[in-house]
Nanobody
């Protein structure tokens, strides 16, 4: 079992930046593949980015819409995963969720945070 708590959302102007954080507790953080998903009103929840666990050297994946703008990272000592979001666009507006799974669980994993709202608007 792992508990996830996101923070860092808010209102930002187009072209601005935000950094989301997801603090994990309750299990061995480095064993988990971590991911960020987002869900806009009336739309499905989509994968934004993921980062592999310790055994896979932190390999990353990005959705096409955020490649080159967002960066996912993790600090295993702090049991925290981050999402640095740059060059934000109005279409990035959504609730962002942190997710965790073990390597043998299919995505999305069973562990979710409560979500944090990101609004990109002038």
């Amino acid at each position: 079992q792992v508990q996830l708590v996101e923070s860092g959302g808010g209102l930002v102007q187009p072209g601005g930046s935000l950094r989301l954080s997801c603090a994990a507790s309750g299990s061995t953080f480095s064993d988990y593949i971590m991911a960020w998903y987002r869900q806009a009103p009336g739309k499905q929840r989509d994968l934004v980015a993921s980062i592999s666990n310790f055994d896979n050297d932190g390999r990353t994946y990005y959705g096409d819409s955020v490649k080159g703008r967002f960066v996912i990272s993790r600090d295993n000592a702090k049991t925290t995963v981050y999402l640095q979001m740059n060059s934000l666009r109005p279409e990035d507006t959504a609730v962002y969720y942190c997710n965790a799974r073990t390597p043998w669980q299919t995505p999305p994993g069973p562990y979710w945070g409560q979500g944090t709202q990101v609004t990109v608007s002038s």
